[in-house]
């Protein structure tokens, strides 16, 4: 990586770290500055060049992993992909920047898995049914780890997708990645009761249910981002 004109530098929010961040690395990559096959500099380099936390570079280079622009190998290091076509379908998580793309995201979610939370209460199997269960006992037990609680609640909506037996759910859900789960996290308690809820339907094969379960969440995720902004909107302008 060239560092040379790269100071670290004074950053407001961690959510805009982590866009900045992923924004820059992404830039570097189509510019051949960081050339495929090529490992990235390790997080505490990362860490030290751009003045950050190692939240924010681990939360980066997951956007980048979701975007299919670079892959982790466990124990040896993120690794630059052969960079994507400028054709075909894709949705780079450096993209997604403004709350109303968070917003569009949530909207494209809502028409996608309201669907497959219905298709999934009708097919499931009873393995994928406890593949269901060990996701939500993860997203559960992980509620305290921001970063390990995205993951966890991702895991939990692809495995519903898997479970409607149609692998384009599956694709599609697996190319957005963990960026079309929104970092805020208002009120653990609710989000536990709408996945309990989701879950339930789908365990008794109920289809209308698991549907409305998956809207009523998904419709609340989207309210409780729009709060949470606002909130930090007023903070920042009385701060």
């Known amino acids: 990586?060239?560092?040379?004109?790269?100071q670290p530098r004074a950053r407001r929010k961690h959510r805009s770290l982590a866009q900045e961040l992923v924004a820059e690395l992404s830039q570097r990559i189509r510019d051949g500055l960081i050339k495929r096959g090529e490992k990235l500099p390790t997080e505490s380099a990362i860490m030290e060049e751009q003045g950050v936390s190692r939240t924010v570079v681990r939360?980066?280079?997951?956007?980048l992993q979701a975007a299919g622009l670079v892959e982790t190998r466990h124990g040896i290091g993120t690794f630059v992909l052969?960079?994507?076509?400028?054709?075909g379908f894709r949705i780079d998580p450096a993209t997604i920047v403004t709350l109303r793309d968070v917003l569009a995201i949530l909207e494209l979610r809502i028409s996608l898995e309201v669907e497959s939370a219905g298709m999934a209460a009708a097919r499931r199997t009873d393995a994928q049914l406890k593949a269901i269960r060990e996701a939500l006992d993860a997203i559960n037990e992980s509620a305290a780890h921001a970063s390990d609680a995205v993951s966890s609640d991702f895991q939990?909506?692809?495995r519903i997708a898997e479970a409607t037996g149609n692998r384009y759910f599956t694709d599609i859900l697996s190319h957005l990645g963990t960026s079309i789960i929104p970092r805020t996290r208002v009120n653990s308690a609710s989000l536990?009761?709408?996945h309990e809820q989701i879950f339930e339907a789908i365990a008794r094969q109920?289809?209308?249910a698991?549907?409305?379960?998956?809207?009523?969440?998904?419709?609340?995720?989207?309210?409780?981002l729009r709060q949470a902004h606002?909130?930090?909107e007023a903070e920042a302008l009385h701060g």
């Open 59 to 63: 939360e980066a280079l997951s956007r």
């Open 156 to 158: 939990f909506h692809l």
């Open 1 to 6: 990586m060239d560092t040379q004109n790269a």
């Open 230 to 232: 606002e909130a930090a």
């Open 82 to 87: 052969d960079t994507p076509s400028a054709s």
């Open 206 to 208: 109920d289809a209308e």
């Open 192 to 194: 536990a009761r709408e």
């Open 210 to 224: 698991a549907r409305a379960a998956m809207r009523l969440h998904l419709t609340n995720s989207r309210e409780r």
